[in-house]
């Protein structure tokens, strides 16, 4: 990890996966993603377009049996490497929050840097698959990138039909929401917390 440039990268190889995550937070929205699962590749597009983080993930799964093994890996990866490219947190804002409208679905991520991890899930996908994608695995992605980047992360849908709809706009309101909060705010001095860690 570079603390001055932000960047960090995981490998993780099991006997279910092999994964390799890059993340830059203070990027284009640049991305090279070779997942396997074309519908988190599609999230994860939009996730690191709306956040402005250079993103790279690649990943080789036991996708032959289901993609569970490689979202919950990735997640895993991809919430190591944001934590580690924070560094000292130190000048952050902390915290982030977004609306994100996709049609007639209204997504909306809070997030608070906080090293508490908790997910709380506000969602009901009226869709069990979106193509071969098992809608669950969104539940299962958020949590593990939550408990590994050690971040407390609300996630609700307001309204919506259409379960393609109302993951992107969480995914959407994520990046946006994320960016948000690891912004350098020049008039906070050290850590953003009273406890002086976080």
């Known amino acids: 990890m570079n603390d001055s440039k932000r960047t960090a990268t995981i490998y993780r190889k099991t006997n279910e996966t092999e994964i390799e995550v890059t993340i830059h937070l ?13 519908f988190l590749e599609h999230m994860l597009d939009l996730f690191s377009k709306h956040g402005q983080f250079d993103l790279t993930v690649k990943a080789k799964g036991d996708i032959q049996i ?8 990735i997640a895993i990866c991809l919430g190591q490497a944001f934590r580690e490219a924070l560094g000292s947190k130190e000048g952050i804002q902390r915290y982030g929050m977004s609306f994100v409208p996709m049609d007639e679905a209204l997504g909306q991520v809070i997030v608070d840097i906080s090293n508490r991890p908790h997910l709380e899930y506000r969602i009901d996908l009226p869709d ?38 109302m993951i992107e706009s969480i995914f959407k309101a994520l990046g946006r929401s994320l960016d948000q909060a690891t912004q350098i705010n020049p ?5 953003p917390s009273s406890k002086g860690v976080l």
């Open 128 to 165: 069990r698959r979106i193509g071969t994608f098992a809608t669950e695995l969104f539940h299962e992605f958020l949590w593990k990138f939550a408990l590994e980047a050690r971040i407390t992360l609300h996630v609700i849908v307001h309204y919506g039909r259409n379960s393609h709809h």
């Open 187 to 191: 008039k906070q001095k050290g850590i």
């Open 66 to 73: 289901d993609d569970h093994h490689t979202v919950e890996d």
């Open 26 to 38: 203070d990027g284009e929205g640049k991305t090279t993603l070779d997942t396997g699962v074309p």
